[in-house]
């Protein structure tokens, strides 16, 4: 079983937006067991929709089309599929009703612009969109089944939810496939592949094995494809298990969890808590731990002392230790995270110093260069890093490899 | 003149990671007036790479495949391109050279996958990547250039820039096209449309106009094409002058600036400081200061006062007040604001408290409610908002929303 995703509209063409929703959309269909086939993203130009809905809808079972649905004049999509589908525009009441419902409370004066979108090719299945103004439109044709959405990614995710997903489980019945992630931090792509070479090459037949790397984490990706889930998901986990054993450390989590949600989770259950005092990062470790809901369970707060003025004011740095060793050194690192643990009164405390760039470098601590420290439990790590001259990845990386230094600390002190 | 962009790997269609790199690619492109006819994402399988690449090279003019060239063993693009352009694989002894010297300084031991990569097809021109052990490869075939790139961003991004583009502007001699995004802050996408409607009826017949809505903010994208940039841009300015005086204030800058860099610029000018105190936003208002290069210029720190117990020991805020106004107040975040700005010696200070949810709601104060006050100047400002049930999209237009207000006091501040 097969699905097509189509996206439509300059806006990706033109490299202006990042296409999102196909990432979001592909899981979905995969946790169905249907595979994406192809995704591609095209104009709204009526030729090459036609077109292009001509060779999906030839290839594929399913093909969901997102954008040139919104509020405004940019969108032609609607009459392409009029002569596409050969059938025509007529105006739905419920929708308008809809449109005016969900814009009157928001003070929002119904325009010609809002009526329109309650126009809808006369053969389509309207699905009411709860989140927003314009509606999902799906049509049986020739075969295949067509799925027009808004591109605005939580309308879309409201429809495929709440109305896409359902009716494609009812109508298809289909092989499953099943996934699991496994994150790691601390191994580079090739070390990694060589140390695990063995066991990917006795993996089962039915597992493929994907490596993905990000400045985030290594992520490896274990698919199994056939009847039986329960089967399938028992040997990827069997698998699991056997390479948790080999590389047991740099395991921190599975899925899309982020290595701040499950360091929240250590915590939780040692019900102890977390501070940190970021330089380099700029507040990037805390915005890390809460975008995790509930983090307020275990993270009590930071301080971003991005000069060396509040280095000294607020976390008490010794402005001669700054003078001496410089901010970028393991003593003023160490001296932030341990402050930082006292100042706010928790159990462990998280500190970044270092030179995130472009400017700032020396030739003794040129750009990339930062200094990491966790407090806590009686004791103060710091390591030095040096993650290269790209500003953002240097912020990732070092807030990563905060949060996985006090993971590693945790896993230590459990084992004392 | 028209390119295609291919993504090859299981990674993008199963969801795994989102497409960056084709966002990227196509801005790059189009400044050199080239448009993007299609953005393709296929599967690691031979046939349909094969099949990708036959029908793209049959419509476009250069055709740019990123992925299916890293270390690892989920690659099987080299053998379809020695099968597609007739060929086969040699081993090239720079591209070793370099991986042995690129790979040694950094601790890794050369395995047999790095040597893998030294094989390349025979009729390639071989493309050096600083960035990475993974060259690319560039085609001359039927009249279509074809270029292979690994799929990490970074080792793209350093072949575009230093090898791809510098050889397309050579071959190629295009029609140009240019760009000028609009960012806008403050107004939903249906009232922009209808408070601008006559001034986009009447835009010249050159110029497109594109509404691309985001929870960061709404942008407006101005393209024009045709022979003579000097003029187009003139064009295009003329035009963007008429808007800025229908919705002067709603605008905050152009192109890729963030809010938070411009603000930072307007701060540089007015030679002031600014520090944060931020609850629900987390620490995300200071990560999107220090995001921008040289924000130590004018950003100082952040206390993120994740705790009621912070709030008071820190932030010096009354217990009492908090138990009576509760922290999610307008007395608790203007006095978070005030306090700030005392304890950082700055000119402004930005503060917010929320519910980002999912739970902390009440009926009084549902999830989404978010108080943020700024403070300077001798004055303090505040205001309450709410934004929904989404804590990602909550956390992001808190944040764009206090950087926002003090933006328009700066601008009230000059017209005192």
Redesign the interface.
Known sequence: MEADLITI????????????N???????L?DEGI????????SDQPD?IMATLCESGSKAAIVLVTGGL?????DRTKSALCTFFGTHLTENKDVLEHIIQL?TP?G??I?N??REQALVPATATVLTNKQG?APGLWFDHEGTVFVFMPG?P?EMKYLMEFEVLPRIQQIFNTLTIT?R?VLIQGL????L??RIEDW?DNLPESI???????PQSM?L?L?ARGKDKVYLTKLIEQEIEKLSKIIPDYIYGYEEESLAGNLGKMLIIRNMTVS?A?SC???????F???N????AY?????????N??KS??LGIDPEIIAKRGAVSKEVVEAMAVSANQ???TDFAIATSGI????GGTPEKPVGTVWIAVAGAGMVVSKVYNFGD????T?IRSSQTGLNMLRLLLLKKDSL
Do not use: C
């Open positions: 509209g300059d806006e990706i063409l033109i490299g202006q937006i990042v296409d999102t196909s990432a979001w959309m592909a899981q979905k995969n595979n994406i086939r192809q995704i591609t993203s095209i090459h919104g509020p405004t004049k940019d814009l928001r929002v004066v325009n612009l809002n103004t605005v939580f996934h992630t580079p792509e090739s070390m592949a060589e990917e493929r094995l994907a490596y993905l790397p990000s992520k990706r698919s940190v970021e990062t700029g507040g990037n470790i805390s915005h731990f809460t975008s809901p509930g983090s307020s993270f009590k707060g930071g301080i971003v002392a991005y000069s003025e509040i004011k607020i100042l706010f009164n995130a760039g472009p400017d790209n500003r953002e990845r912020i």
